[in-house]
T-cell receptor, first 109, second 115 residues
Framework: GNSVTQMEGPVTLSEEAFLTINCTYT??????LFWYVQYPGEGLQLLLK?????DKGSNKGFEATYRKETTSFHLEKGSVQVSDSAVYFC????????FGAGTRLTVKP | SAVISQKPSRDICQRGTSLTIQCQVD?????MFWYRQQPGQSLTLIAT?????????ESGFVIDKFPISRPNLTFSTLTVSNMSPEDSSIYLC????????????FGPGTRLTVT
């Protein structure tokens, strides 16, 4: 079946540090992959997406590349800000939606 | 994209009572979804609600506990019935952007605490 495994947190970084949150998936066929972000007290917002192999999704300085050979979709940002503090969810869409467990990121000034 | 609102945004309820959560979308959508997010956990799909048909429930969720209405293409309700403290969660509705699970847009959630 479809499933998503993402790096568990919490992750604490200093401002301007490099961020990587790992995400791997299991799926049949050709799923779409997503990263959602949940800021404190809010619902989920779509951060970025990729719909086929080798696609790179990007938004607000975040990037993730759909790697079919490694079944991965790792989230990266070169320089995080305090305002990036949130919970990040990797998700897979393939006849249904599956979410990872979420990774809480805290960025300290 | 779609703009989704939920009411109430939060509530504190006594065990044994029921709460109905409303979800309103600013455009017509075919499929709406209800999720539960327990404290510190990921999202779990409760059910899929299509207009004009019975909701489809995921394993572990039943209609008697979580009745859903979908009277039109812009509105849905989820009722949490006979609540217990284990029902304390954030309840989220979402809609698809169009196409099979290409992406979903989420409401702000309803934070429910059962005492």
């Amino acid at each position: 079946g479809n499933s998503v495994t993402q790096m568990e947190g919490p992750v604490t970084l200093s401002e301007e540090a490099f961020l990587t949150i790992n995400c791997t998936y299991t799926a049949t066929g050709y799923p779409s992959l997503f990263w959602y972000v949940q800021y404190p007290g809010e619902g989920l917002q779509l951060l970025l997406k990729a719909t086929k192999a080798d696609d790179k999704g990007s938004n607000k300085g975040f990037e993730a590349t759909y790697r079919k050979e490694t079944t991965s979709f790792h989230l990266e940002k070169g320089s995080v800000q305090v305002s990036d503090s949130a919970v990040y969810f990797c998700a897979l869409g393939n006849n249904d939606m599956r979410f990872g467990a979420g990774t809480r990121l805290t960025v300290k000034p | 994209s779609a703009v989704i609102s939920q009411k109430p945004s939060r509530d504190i309820c006594q065990r044994g009572t029921s709460l109905t959560i409303q979800c309103q979308v600013d455009s017509q959508v075919t499929m709406m979804f209800w999720y539960r997010q327990q404290p510190g956990q990921s999202l779990t799909l409760i059910a899929t609600a299509n207009q004009g048909s019975e909701a489809t429930y995921e394993s572990g969720f039943v209609i008697d506990k979580f009745p859903i209405s979908r009277p039109n293409l812009t509105f849905s309700t989820l009722t949490v019935s006979n609540m217990s403290p284990e029902d304390s969660s954030i309840y989220l509705c979402s809609v698809e952007s169009g196409g099979s699970f290409t992406e979903q847009y989420f409401g702000p959630g309803t934070r429910l605490t059962v005492t």
